[in-house]
Nanobody
Framework: QVQVVETGGGLVPAGGSLRLSCVASGRIVSIRGMGWYRQAPGKQRELVASITSGGLADYADDVKGRCTISREMGKNMVYLQMSSLKPEDTAVYYC????????WGQGTQVTVPS
């Protein structure tokens, strides 16, 4: 069974920075891709950033230049470094891995007060 766990969320002032971490554990041979989604209250879940096994990264337009996704494939870990945080970044952030099916974490709350 594959488990995905996110850490690193919290309360951050506007303009601040935060680093989210995610680790996948279980019987994993190789991961095709990893990434982060977020869901704000009353809104649909949206892609924030993704990274392929080859290291190709992609970002949502509203986080480009403010977020950096990175991964350690040997450790099945993915990170999301966020800076210049805005109140509209407030959401639950979910990590996923693509290993056959897509596995999701439980989410970690990021709150940026206005």
């Amino acid at each position: 069974q594959v488990q995905v766990v996110e850490t690193g969320g919290g309360l951050v002032p506007a303009g601040g920075s935060l680093r989210l971490s995610c680790v996948a554990s279980g019987r994993i041979v190789s991961i095709r891709g990893m990434g982060w989604y977020r869901q704000a209250p009353g809104k649909q879940r949206e892609l924030v950033a993704s990274i392929t096994s080859g290291g190709l990264a992609d970002y949502a337009d509203d986080v480009k230049g403010r977020c950096t996704i990175s991964r350690e494939m040997g450790k099945n870990m993915v990170y999301l470094q966020m800076s210049s945080l805005k109140p509209e970044d407030t959401a639950v952030y979910y990590c996923y891995i693509d290993y056959g099916p897509r596995y999701w974490g439980q989410g970690t709350q990021v709150t940026v007060p206005s």
